[in-house]
Each structure stands twice: as C-alpha cells, then as structure tokens.
C-alpha cells in the first residue's frame, strides 16, 4: 500500500507553542510540550466554544488556523480522544453521582469534530478515527482514500493529551497536550511530494534509516504524533515506524 500526497496547509497548537515560527524552531530543537497556556478559539461561536476542554481548545486552535474550506471533508484523528472526560464520569458512577448528558456527549470519540463542523456549518464529510499508535498514519490513509474518491482537499486534525492519572499506566509512548491540521491534496507539480507506505512495500530492517533523529540521538522522546509533525515541518528525508503489527515509512521527495 502506497499513498501520495501535497501539504498545502497546516497549524499546530501546544502549550507554548502557538505560531507557525514558534513550531519551526521547536522543530530544530524539539522538546515535550507539557506545561503553559493555550490559546482561546477566537474563531469559534462562545456557546460552543465555552464546551472545550484543553484537548478541544488546541485541536479546533489548528483547525480554525489552517484555513480549510468548509465544504471540504475532514479527518479527526486522536489515539486517546477526550479520555479524561470518560474517567471523570466512571468517578462520578462510582460516587453514585448523576450523570451529565452534556459531558457524555462530549466525551464521545467525535465530539471535537462535531463541534467544529457544526460551529462552521459544515457539510462535508466527517470522519473520527482512533488506531492506537497507527493513528497519524491511519488519519493519512483515510484522507488519501476520500483525495481518490474525487474531493480536491482533506483536512486532517491529529491531536492528543496525556492520559488522566487512572490511565497512566497504560501510558507507552511520552505524554503530550498536542494538536496539527494539515490541508493535503492529491500530489502536484507546484507542491512538494509526500508519500507513506506501509508493509511489504518497503519493509524495515534492523538497520533501516531514520530520517529525523531518534529520542536516543536528541535525548527528548515524543509521542508519535508529535513525531511525524517534526519529520513535517524539518523536511526530513524519512521516517519509520513500527505499529500494530506494521511498517510504515513517510517520505519527504522535495
């Protein structure tokens, strides 16, 4: 499996990390984004906006500033999703507290997306996805399959959040309040070339390159998603990734 993209637009949001040139130096000397402010959604109607946690805050930051048309599909993708919500109501069940229809509706998997689309009267398609340490890629695969099915552009979100502390032990990757939005089209002669490929399209070996540095190198481990925004935006020649039993490498081909 093979899938070819452009990048014609994105935005990232974290705590600190808010402006396009603010992700270019951290993409040169990156670290984990934890602690700090995030922005408001200034773009989002306040009856909606006022429903966001801090996952929702950075993930409609990079939507709203990447500039997608609104009738264009859009892939929401997050490993995690608003899991501290769904913990907070397990609590409040085992507390015999009432349940709040509310915060259910947002914690489902969709929620964020929802918001967004409907704030923007969208009627476009919209896809959520969740496939654990696949979920960059999967978000990438979806967006290329709606690019084959004729749309001219896919907004792709990423984004996640740490694991509240009922879940950290679950945790297997570094923990990070992130999100990215990329506008991508089917490959052009007026845009740089991306590609992924998966399995025995170019299997890894044990000593297959990496094109951005490992955690072991730079000495600062980031969550996968992280991970493939840095490979983005460095202009890094490839990047693998081994996940749910596959291979993945992205490409950079200038």
């Given at each position: 499996m093979a899938c070819e993209f452009a990048i014609r637009g994105w935005a990232a949001c974290?705590?600190?990390?808010?402006?396009?040139?603010?992700?270019?130096?951290?993409?040169?000397?990156?670290?984990?984004?934890?602690?700090?402010?995030?922005?408001?959604?200034?773009?989002?109607a306040p009856m909606l906006r006022r429903r966001l946690g801090e996952l929702g805050r950075v993930a409609l930051h990079a939507a709203y500033a990447c500039e997608a048309p609104a009738?264009?599909?859009?892939?929401?993708?997050?490993?995690?999703?608003?899991?501290?919500?769904?913990?907070?109501?397990?609590?409040?069940?085992a507390a015999g507290a009432p349940l709040s229809p509310t915060g259910f509706g947002l914690s489902v998997h969709n929620a964020i997306g929802a918001l967004h689309s409907i704030d923007q009267r969208r009627p476009a398609v919209l896809q959520a996805i969740a496939a654990g340490r696949e979920t960059a890629e999967t978000a990438l695969v979806e967006a290329c399959a709606l690019l084959a099915d004729g749309h001219e552009e896919v907004l792709v979100v990423c984004y996640d959040a740490p694991l509240p502390p009922s879940y950290a032990m679950f945790a297997d990757e570094p923990q990070a309040l992130y999100a990215w939005?990329?506008?991508?089209?089917?490959?052009?002669?007026?845009?740089?070339?991306?590609?992924?490929t998966c399995d025995g399209d170019e299997p890894l070996g044990p000593h297959h390159a990496v094109g951005v540095e490992s955690p072991c190198n730079t000495g600062v481990p980031l969550p996968h998603g992280l991970e493939v925004l840095r490979f983005m935006l460095a202009r890094s020649a490839v990047l693998c990734h081994r996940g749910g039993g596959r291979s993945w490498t992205w490409r950079h081909h200038g």
């Open positions: 974290a705590p600190q990390l808010h402006t396009a040139r603010q992700w270019e130096a951290w993409s040169r000397a990156p670290w984990l984004p934890q602690d700090g402010e995030v922005p408001a959604v200034a773009g989002m009738d264009i599909p859009a892939v929401f993708a997050s490993r995690h999703g608003e899991v501290s919500r769904s913990a907070l109501m397990l609590e409040e069940l939005a990329w506008r991508i089209a089917a490959p052009g002669a007026d845009a740089p070339r991306w590609s992924l």
